[in-house]
Structure formats: structure tokens, C-alpha cells
């Protein structure tokens, strides 16, 4: 018999357009206050020194937000925390510049903006601004990044027996390049893992390795902006499962994944 993969959310990180931390998220989650969609602010990560604050590049800066956020409000010491990072393709500014520089006359490419092409790059200046020796997994799975992350996550969580932070985010293109991946905007989510049974402050999801793919369709935000966000950057495909945090009770929901495929997980949300 297939094992149920468990796991406990202790806390949350979030940025995106409107959506600031998941305090000031949950409530429009839970369809208590109204979204007002603009522009995401993403912070600079101050836990990182000067100079790296001043050369990562706004994939980097997104990824750290979030954990920044999640950890300011959870137990667990950020040295000794497993993370799993996960983006559908890294930092489009950065890549647009890249290829800029390419198809100028000079081809000179800055040891900047090259040691920030690699997906892995984020995962280095964490490692930079918490001192951690801790594992470390970076993921792309194009538009089902965000899926796909949870489940290692997840998997890691029961196998190690340790808790481990999800860090889920994309960022906009440049034209001409907008014009073939339309990411409108920057979004990042954390979400902190912890061993179940046990406690965890925002609730509890399960997932089983063996019937959780499916071909049904993914769950739809009732608000039309929002569904626009949901499918127009691939780490907002998390939007079902923050609804579904953000009110008590037990929901299967169904994660956007692969063309054809998607997967569904169970989601039992605490009372406030």
C-alpha cells in the first residue's frame, strides 16, 4: 500500500500583485476583504550583505522575501532548515539582459549577470545570508514548477522526518521576450513544512503519491483578476491551496500541474 504523504504549515510568505504578506492576504483568501491588485513590491533581502544585496538579481530578491516572511513568524532556526526552490525559469530580467548583451557589438557579458543566470543562483545567496549547510534542492518544471516542488517538499518532509521551506516564485520577462513567456509580473510564496502528526498554526495538507494525478481540470478562483493571476504566472497556481488556508475546514483541492495532468490534495485549514 502506497504511504499518504503528510505534512503540517507552520507558516507563510507571500508577494505578489496586491497580495503583500499572508496576514494582509488571508482575508481576501477567505473572501472577507477586497483585493486590490497592483504592482508587486519586491523588498531587497536584508539579511544578505551589501554587496550581494546590491548584485542578486529580483528572482533572488523574491525567493528571500518570502522566507524572510515566513520565518519571521515560525520556530524553526533558518541554518538548519532543508529547502526546496522551485521557479519555471528563474530570473527573466536577467535573461533578457544576457541576451541583449549577446546580440550587441561588445558580447561582453558581466560575471554578475552571469553567476545570477543559473536557476541555482537564489538558492546560493540563501545560503550566503543564513550561513546554512542544510540540503538544499532547486526544481523547473516550467509551468507546473509550483506543483511539482510541493511534492518534493512534501516527500522530503515524511522521509527525512525534518520540517523544510518551499520557495515557489516567478518573475516577468523584458520584450521582446514577454512577447513568447507573457509572465506579467514577479509573485513568490513560502510555505513551511513541518512533520505530521503534530502542530502547525495555519493547518495541515495530504497528499497520496498514487492517485494524485489526475486529469480533471484545476480549481478556478471565483474572482476573475485573481483566475488571471492564477494562470498567468506559474507559481500563483498556489492561489487554490491559499483560499483553502485561509478557511477552517478540510478541502480537496485540485493544483494547476502538466498539460492533461493536475493534482489534487487534501487541505484541513485550523480555526482562527
Request: charge should be negative; charged fraction near 15%; proline fraction near 9%.
Amino acid at each position: 500500500m502506497t504511504r499518504l504523504l503528510h505534512a503540517g504549515i507552520d507558516a507563510i510568505g507571500l508577494l505578489g500583485p496586491g497580495l503583500h504578506h499572508w496576514e494582509q492576504a488571508r482575508p481576501i483568501f477567505a473572501g472577507l476583504a477586497p483585493w486590490h491588485p497592483e504592482t508587486t513590491r519586491v523588498p531587497p533581502p536584508a539579511a544578505l550583505p551589501p554587496a550581494e544585496r546590491r548584485r542578486c538579481g529580483i528572482a533572488t530578491k523574491a525567493a528571500l522575501g518570502v522566507a524572510q516572511q515566513a520565518l519571521a513568524t515560525a520556530s524553526a532556526p533558518d541554518s538548519q532548515l532543508a529547502t526546496v526552490f522551485t521557479s519555471s525559469g528563474g530570473d527573466g530580467v536577467n535573461c533578457h539582459e544576457i541576451c541583449a548583451a549577446l546580440a550587441s557589438e561588445d558580447r561582453s557579458i558581466s560575471p554578475t549577470r552571469f553567476h545570477n543566470s543559473v536557476l541555482n543562483a537564489p538558492a546560493g545567496y540563501w545560503s550566503i545570508s543564513t550561513g546554512t549547510m542544510a540540503p538544499a534542492t532547486v526544481l523547473c518544471a516550467h509551468d507546473g514548477s509550483f506543483a511539482a516542488g510541493l511534492l518534493e517538499a512534501m516527500t522530503q518532509v515524511q522521509a527525512d522526518e525534518r520540517p523544510v521551506l518551499l520557495l515557489a516564485y516567478d518573475t516577468s520577462y523584458p520584450e521582446p521576450l514577454f512577447g513568447l513567456r507573457p509572465i506579467p509580473d514577479a509573485f513568490g510564496v513560502a510555505l513551511l513544512l513541518t512533520p505530521a502528526p503534530g502542530t502547525s498554526r495555519i493547518g495541515r495538507i495530504t497528499l497520496d503519491p498514487a492517485s494524485c494525478l489526475t486529469d480533471r481540470p484545476a480549481d478556478t478562483c471565483r474572482d476573475a483578476g485573481m483566475e488571471q493571476l492564477r494562470a498567468s504566472i506559474p507559481a500563483a497556481r498556489c492561489l487554490p491551496l491559499l483560499h483553502a488556508l485561509a478557511r477552517s475546514g478540510t478541502t480537496n483541492i485540485t493544483l494547476g500541474y502538466l498539460d492533461g495532468l493536475q493534482m489534487q490534495v487534501s487541505v484541513d485549514a485550523n480555526a482562527d
